[in-house]
């Protein structure tokens, strides 16, 4: 497929990434010439400079036959701009980046005239993404499936987890009351592999759980974590995220205490927060943080916009005891260093905004065979889990999940059939209208065909 | 450095040399060359093949992702390791034995110079069909790049390839004309292959044996201008040859990306094109003024083959091939006339093109800036930004173009000063020499009109590095003897 990207920021350059490496033709437009050349070294590109607004710029940059133009530029009114004229010039599907939450509430008016098809909002996204891991506290990480029948939950295993050391295959004999869930991935080392029966999960491990909600939560009260909801958030940095993230739990009746550096900035927010308790104050400032009783917090979660501010004290109040520290971090190359220093929450605002185009791209990737419902990318990128609906008439229809071919590396987790959940063993068979999920470590997958042969 | 990486790129781009001396194998077997001729084709393909193919398969590099310096050393090193061995069916069919003469003769043919070592008795029925093909074919292949087909050939080479298409094709900026790297250099080899295929069925339609006119048609497009009789295209004596071989020469000067927006139906971009402009201005302009500068000495008066001649020799000298039909160098034109082609020499043709030379985007945007520069001597405070093809010139890449042209130029000179050290000829002929061999033309002025047999093997193995330097434009093959080049990081 032929894809623009206008603007080379940091969501422009990760979709870049991920686009190119699925062979998709990607144009990027930037009006800055220097980024230009660093995209074109780093990703296999080609590169158009100028306004990406400016209808000529599109028309050199081929919107014309363009299959889904990304306007990702930092200015919401150029995004919205961009997708106008490239609907016009023929894009066939639009996507737009707007973050100002005014224009967003006036876009379910515009949306159509404006030719966006998807408009994403990357802190709305991200709150979104934070408010969920709230509710599940014990998780680092969690995706949902199947219209959210089916949870897919990240932890971290720790020495006296009852399944450390033990053989996957042993587990249901040597752990009679444990719920029946899949082991869908495991990062050790920075490797990533998808576990078979002989497969033996160490202290440290960072392991992905499949299952239906009651049986993952059943799953970790076995595992002695702890289930209780969060009441107490403390929210370092009042920006857009921490806007929409109060919005959203406080009527869960989580209570939220947010710590804002600029005084204007903090009025503003008492003001369109009115149950939010507001303090101005150096959120980096131990003293504060104690004193604002840091000790009593179920979650603490740092929100500021320098990276290094955010893991020290992230860091910092896990050591205090924070039971959930969640630590926002811009740039992923961190990753590997920070889940070594023990802090495995970690939320990357372009990653999430990248992986949500991304999902909708893959959506639209012609061909008629079993196309991509939902895609999510596991362990910073490096397995990804997608869902799928088995249609009628294909092949695998009926066979058992022992006599498919499937690809390396590649695992069908769970399947849900008509409201119940499925994990599926080698006697389990696919039927038509299933929403299959398959874990794998292979970028680009685009269809369930192209994942079990048959 | 990821030397893994850079030993895998060197054994494929052998495989895939040893995979292009194959045709020359054919075409010397089917002409009934002598066994020996055709053997050491075969042996110098199987050769390459041992050499490459488990370098291409046992390395395993963790990353295959290029850094900029990866990217220059795979360039430099898969040019020289290329020419190295394709001199091999030279001195193994015993047609050129003296190792440093193949080597020339191999950098001659890859760099599409086409300066040779041969003598003119070495020519006319004593030249092998197979290893004559082969020289010439290696024009063909070394006018496009080898990097930029093994892109085309294999898609999944390598990450970041812009570092290697970068540092192999002629200009001073990348352009893609489609997004992915792979598919812009398919679409310029499908170009190229197209317009040698027009080529080779224009000069049989004029009468040439199948052997000649590949083999012409081959040389041509490389811009390269190995030919296969001691006196070039002359050899032929005829206008139609002359004509057919001048327009091609000239059509292999443009920008190839241009005849893929033709076929894609924007026109604009061809006729809208600066650079294009600056060449045809200056190609006409030239031809013109030595078209009326020879009439009376040379043609005795007559126009319309002072016009052919001069149309000839300007479009063999932009276009850096180095065919000739009549030694311009010799007294018979006059110094004027000569005077004309020695500028030229350091000009080339367009970027994107298979020509040498420093490339008229270079020149158009030094005239440029000089005449900016002598603009702000009356006006200190003015701000003015070069402008070319329709778009504001970044300071940057004017600033590394004067400095390509310093470089140039230095190249130039020091080239003939150590070609001099062995006190063979004239200064003329020592600085043309040199100059022939940085802009990748071919013939020079003096001794090397006809060939460049008696200069000894120092001087051969200088302009081996110069011819080089100038088809990698420079910096690649300069930055190779640099320090941080051998640095372990």
């Known amino acids: 497929m032929r894809i623009l990207i206008v603007g080379a920021g940091k969501v422009g350059k990760t979709l870049a990434e991920n686009l190119t490496n699925e062979a998709h033709d990607v144009v990027i437009i930037d009006n800055d010439e220097d980024v230009l050349h660093r995209c074109e070294d780093l990703y296999d590109v080609m590169v158009v400079e100028g306004n990406g607004a400016n209808a000529q710029t599109l028309i050199d940059a081929g919107a014309a036959h363009a299959d889904i133009l990304i306007a990702a530029t930092a200015g919401d009114e150029i995004n919205m701009l961009c997708c106008l004229i490239g609907k016009r010039l023929g894009a066939k599907y639009c996507i737009a980046r707007i973050r100002d939450p005014k224009y967003n509430e006036s876009l379910t008016l515009l949306q159509h005239e404006l030719g966006i098809d998807l408009a994403v909002n990357p802190e709305r996204a991200t709150a979104l993404e934070i408010n969920k891991l709230l509710r599940f506290p014990f998780a680092s990480n969690i995706e949902s499936f199947a219209k959210g029948l089916i949870e897919m939950v990240e932890f971290r295993a720790q020495p006296k987890d009852p399944v450390t050391g033990c053989m996957l295959r042993d587990v249901p004999t040597r752990l009679p009351g444990l719920p029946r869930v899949l082991f869908a991935a495991v990062e050790r080392g920075g490797q990533v592999s998808i576990p078979t029966g002989d497969f033996t999960i160490q202290a440290g491990d960072r392991v992905y759980v499949a299952g239906d909600q009651i049986a993952i ?25 921490s806007y929409y993230l109060a919005r959203m739990i406080t009527p869960l009746g989580m209570h939220v205490t947010m710590i804002e550096i600029d005084p204007d900035k903090a009025t503003l927010l008492s003001e369109d927060l009115p149950h939010v308790n507001v303090l101005l104050g150096d959120g980096t400032n131990q003293e504060l943080l104690e004193q604002e009783g840091l000790q009593n917090m179920d979650a603490f979660i740092t929100l500021c916009n320098r990276d290094e501010e955010n893991l020290m004290t992230g860091l910092y109040a896990s050591t205090q005891g924070v ?132 | 450095m990821n030397k893994k990486l850079v030993f895998r790129m060197l054994g494929t781009i052998l495989v895939i040399e040893a995979i292009c001396m194959l045709p020359a194998f054919i075409i010397g077997w089917a002409h009934g060359d002598e066994r020996r001729d055709v053997l050491a084709l075969l042996l110098s393909a199987l050769i390459c093949l041992v050499v490459g193919l488990p370098m291409h398969l046992l390395e395993k590099p963790q990353t295959s992702n290029l850094r900029a310096k990866e990217g220059f050393m795979i360039v430099t090193l898969s040019w020289m390791v290329m020419s190295l061995f394709g001199a091999l069916p030279f001195m193994l069919s015993g047609f050129i034995p003296n190792f440093f003469d193949a080597f020339f003769e191999s950098v001659s043919g890859f760099t599409t110079t086409g300066a040779t070592v041969l003598t003119a008795d070495q020519f006319e029925g004593v030249m092998p069909f197979g290893i004559g093909f082969w020289r010439a074919f290696t024009h063909w292949i070394g006018g496009m790049g080898v990097l930029v087909l093994s892109l085309a050939l294999l898609p999944k080479l390598t990450g970041r390839s812009a570092h290697l298409v970068r540092a192999e094709s002629p200009g001073p900026s990348l352009s893609k004309i489609a997004p992915k790297m792979t598919d812009s250099s398919k679409i310029l080899y499908i170009v190229y292959s197209a317009l040698t295929l027009m080529e080779f069925i224009s000069l049989m339609l004029c009468g040439l044996s199948p052997y000649d006119a590949a083999l012409h048609a081959v040389s041509n497009a490389g811009t390269g201008g190995f030919s296969n009789h001691a006196a070039s295209i002359a050899y032929y004596d005829s206008p139609a040859v002359e004509i057919v071989i001048t327009v091609f020469m000239t059509l292999f000067s443009i920008n190839l990306a241009l005849y893929y927006s033709i076929v894609t139906g924007r026109w604009r971009d061809f006729t809208k094109s600066e ?21 009376a000495p040379a043609h005795g008066g007559n126009f319309g083959d002072a016009l052919r001649h001069s149309f000839f020799n300007v479009a063999t000298t932009m276009s850096t091939t180095g065919f000739t039909i009549d030694a311009y ?59 070319f093809e329709g778009r504001g010139i970044d300071e940057t890449m004017l600033h590394q173009v004067a400095v390509f042209a310093f470089v140039y130029v230095l190249l130039v000179l020091l080239g003939g000063l150590l070609i001099s050290f062995e006190g063979k000829f004239d200064l003329i002929d020592n600085f043309t020499a040199s100059l022939t061999c940085v802009s990748n033309i071919g013939p020079c002025f003096g001794a090397g009109a006809s060939g460049f047999s008696e200069f000894g093997s120092f001087s051969k193995a200088v302009m081996s590095i110069l011819m080089l330097a100038g088809r990698l434009e420079l910096f690649p093959i300069l930055a190779f003897f640099h320090r941080d080049a051998w640095r372990k990081i």
């Open chain 2, 329 to 387: 160098t010799t007294d018979l034109w006059p110094i004027a006339a000569r005077a004309i082609i020695l500028c030229l020499m350091f000009c080339g043709a367009c970027v994107g093109s298979t020509a040498g030379g420093m490339k008229t985007m270079r020149i158009a945007l030094l005239l440029k800036q000089s005449k900016r520069e002598i603009g702000r001597t009356f006006n200190p405070r003015r701000v003015q930004r070069v402008r």
């Open chain 1, 323 to 454: 039971p959930k520290v969640i630590v926002k971090n811009n740039r992923v190359n961190y990753a590997d260093v920070i889940n070594r220093m023990g802090l495995d929450t970690i939320i990357s605002p372009r990653q999430i905004t990248g992986a949500y185009i991304l999902r909708y791209v893959r959506a639209r990737i012609g061909g008629h065979g079993t196309k991509v419902e939902k895609l999510y990318r596991l362990i910073d990128g490096k397995a990804e889990a997608l869902e799928f609906i088995a249609r009628e008439g294909e092949k695998y229809i009926g066979v058992p999940l022992k006599d498919l071919k499937m690809r390396e590396n590649t695992l069908v987790a769970v399947i849900a059939r008509r409201g119940k959940v499925i994990v599926p063993f080698g006697n389990d068979h696919i039927e038509s209208g299933d929403s299959v999920i398959i874990i794998t470590c292979e970028a680009g997958l685009g269809d369930l065909n192209e994942v079990i042969r048959t």
């Open chain 1, 217 to 241: 939560t059943n799953f970790f009260r076995y595992m002695g974590r702890d289930t209780h909801p969060v009441k107490n958030v403390m929210i370092l940095g009042g920006g857009r995220i």
């Open chain 2, 275 to 295: 650079e294009l402009k600056w060449f045809l201005c200056m190609f006409g302009g030239s031809a013109l003024l030595i078209a009326c500068i020879i009439a």
